[in-house]
Every structure is written in C-alpha cells, then in structure tokens.
C-alpha cells in the first residue's frame, strides 16, 4: 500500500493509491462475473433450490406448469400479480387454483429478498438494504421529491471499479445481481408507496458499475417497461457509468432512449486515474468519444456527473479545464458535493469553492446543476447503509 503524492497541490489531501492498482484487477473478476451468474442461475434450477419468481427462467416455468397440468399463461399471470399487484404471497393470488399457490409456495419465493433495514428521512427518502437468497446484501432507495417518485438501483453486490470516495466499493465485487434481484428491488421500492402512486423515474446509480452488468440490467429495464407491469419508460430511466466505451456502445445499440450519465469526476487523466482507476487504462478521451456516440445513435443528450471533493478536484483550474473538454458537445453536468464517509479522507467543498466551480462553468455556456442532498440522515448515499450495518451487526436488524 502507498500514498499518491499531491503534486500539483503540495499540502492538499493525498489519495490512497492501493485501487489503482486493485481497480483493474477487479475490473476483470466484474467482467468474468455475469459467465458465473448463468452458471449459478443454471445450477439453481438443476438442482431444485428455491427461486424468487422473478428470476425463474421461461423454459423452467413451462416445465414446471406442465408437469401440473396448467398452461404457460399461469407464468404472465403469477408476474402479473407481482409487479402490477403488489402480491407478496402466493395466498393472495386469488384467481390462481389454490392448489397450484400450495405448490408455488412449496418449490418458489413470490420474492427472493427481504427487507433487513428499513430507514426513513425526514424529507421522504427510504432506503432498503435487502437481504438476497445468498445472505449477501444490496441498497436501494427510494426518493420523493414534487411528483416524482425515482427509485435508485444497484446492480452489483460491491463494486469493482475502486472509486476513492466511494463506500460501495471498499470491499470490492463480490457478485452481479441477477435480472430478477435488479428488477425486485424496484418492486420493494414501489410497494413502499400508497396504492394509488407509482414509481416514475428510474437512476441506474447505486452499487456497482451497471454497465459491467449490462445483459442483466437490460432484461430488467424491459421489465420494468412494461405497461402491464411497472410501465416505467426509457425516457425516465437514467444509467450511470464510470465509462466503459464498449459497453456503453452495446447500451446505445440496444435501440432504447435510456439516459446516459457519464462519472467523469476529474478534467485531466492524471487526476481521473487517481480518482476513477479504471481511467488508467481507458483514458478520459477514449470515455468521451463513447459518449459522443451514444448521443450520435440515441439522440440523448448524455450528463457528466462530477463529485467535487474538497481540496482535490474542485480549483478553478479544474472547472475551466471540464469547461474546456465539455465545450462544443451537447452535455450537461451534475455537480455532486461529496457527502462525507465515516473512514474515507475526503471532505466536502467549501461553500465559496463550489459557488465559484458553478460561477466557471456557467460562464463558459455549460449547463450545469448541484445535485441536491436528499436523506442525508439515513446514510443515503450509495454504500454507506450497507457498510455501517454489516460492520455494526454480523446479521443485518431484522
Ligand atoms: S462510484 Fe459507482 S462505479 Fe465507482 S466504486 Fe462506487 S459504485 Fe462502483
């Protein structure tokens, strides 16, 4: 382990520089990853273990119905109950024969996961961390502001791509979720709301790299599409990525409007490598012609998001050079005040330092907002719930 020198600030926070070298080795573990997801899924259905609806493959259902003498149309109407009706049991599901529901609840899981925390702020913000069948964990979040209803997913149990300020990341990858288990937590998320509300907005920016997860992620937004279902469309549905070019080419040639925002965190590859090691062996030009791309193919504007951390990349220098890489591109940019993690040495920007990072931006024609700070009381942030209950209570509150 060692510290990366702050050169160009002498005085200023260092950066721990251990992930730069760990980042891309798990950069490979996350891409190995959804291999060993089907696999698992595969030997899942082999060897009898209990599923979660959700995730029980087509071919399996079929089976299943037919050895009891039902039609495939049980499959719909079981999903149905799920995602459209809030079922949490079998028993509810009163047009289906109750000796089918005995059987159901004998061989399935309505829903794989459940609730461990439940934390609630005052301005609205729930926040879950679920329990999966495995006994690993994931955050999600659900966020109330005017009309909206947006529910913040993870993707991934951990995260590989090593992030310096990011609490998410601190452990790692240990896993990619499945479509079922990405798609679940939008229904936990959604039966948290009164009967006659929905959610209308999806962000893609909770644990893990979700483009690192893509083929999972994409069955589960389709879901999530679905007029019958959650009839969440494309348009209201934002993934965020640290930039993985050919992934996000994959994402712009699945023929979806799904908004695109872009992790960029730092204006120059020196800096970006020591925040976002992945950048390493990337580079902020090759990120960009990729998102250039995207908004070429899908016609999506695409948003850089950028958390300022005090004292390391919030100086004037930095805002006129993120102006200079932004410039002549359709782009706009999320400003995101780091929001403090017990045991990680970055603090938030000064209040003049941020005025002033904005003032910059604006004045160089960027669009630009600060992204406002919800559920701060209930550690909302992405990792920091998850990793405060896990190192408190070796089992998750029930
Ligand atoms: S910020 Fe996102 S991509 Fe980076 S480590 Fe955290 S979860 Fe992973």
New binding site residues.
């Given amino acids: 382990m060692r510290w990366h020198r702050n050169r160009s600030h002498p005085g200023r926070p260092e950066i721990l520089d251990l992930r730069h070298f760990t980042g891309i080795l798990r950069y490979l573990v996350a891409s190995a990853c959804s291999y060993n997801e089907d696999m698992q899924r595969r030997s899942l259905t082999i060897t009898g273990s209990r599923l979660g609806v959700l995730d029980v493959p087509e071919a399996t259902w079929r089976t299943w119905l037919s050895e009891r003498g039902e039609l495939p149309m049980r499959i719909k109407q079981i999903r149905r109950w799920i995602l459209a009706r809030r079922a949490e049991s079998f028993e509810v599901m009163t047009d289906v024969p109750a000796a089918l529901r005995r059987d159901l609840a004998d061989r399935f899981d309505p829903l794989a996961s459940r609730i461990s925390a439940h934390r609630q702020a005052r301005d609205g913000t729930h926040k879950l961390l679920l329990t999966l069948s495995d006994g690993r964990s994931v955050e999600c979040v659900l966020i109330q502001e005017d009309r909206r209803r947006t529910a913040c997913i993870s993707t ?1 149990v951990g ?5 310096v ?5 601190l452990n790692g990858l240990e896993r990619n979720l499945t479509a079922g288990e990405i798609l679940e937590q939008l229904v936990r998320l959604r039966n948290l709301l009164p009967t006659d509300e929905r959610l209308t907005h999806i962000v893609v ?5 979700p483009l690192a997860n893509l083929d999972a992620l994409l069955v589960a937004l389709k879901e999530a599409g679905d007029r019958q279902g959650l009839g969440i469309g494309a348009r209201h549905i934002t993934i ?3 930039g993985l070019p050919s992934k996000i080419r994959q994402l712009a040639e699945a023929g979806k409007e799904y908004q695109l925002a872009v ?1 960029l965190h730092a204006p120059n590859d020196p800096l970006r490598t020591r925040i ?1 090691p ?1 950048n390493d062996r990337i580079g902020l030009q090759e990120v960009l012609s990729a998102a250039d791309e995207y908004f070429r193919i899908t016609g999506r504007q695409v948003t850089y998001e950028y ?1 300022l951390l005090g004292g390391i990349n919030d100086y004037p220098s930095h805002a006129r050079q993120l102006a200079g890489l932004l410039r002549g591109r359709k782009a706009h940019v999320n400003l995101i005040p780091f929001n403090e993690v017990a045991g990680l040495p970055y603090r938030r920007p000064g209040d003049a330092a941020l005025a002033h990072f904005v003032a910059l931006l604006r004045q160089a024609g960027i669009s630009v907002k600060v992204r406002k700070r919800k559920g701060s009381e209930i550690e909302a942030a ?2 920091q719930l998850r990793r405060q209950l896990l190192s408190a209570v070796p089992a998750a509150e029930g």
């Fill in positions: 991934q995260c590989g791509m090593g992030c300020f990011c609490a998410s990341g920016m909770g644990m893990g790299e965020s990525t640290v992790s976002v992945t958390v992405c990792g």
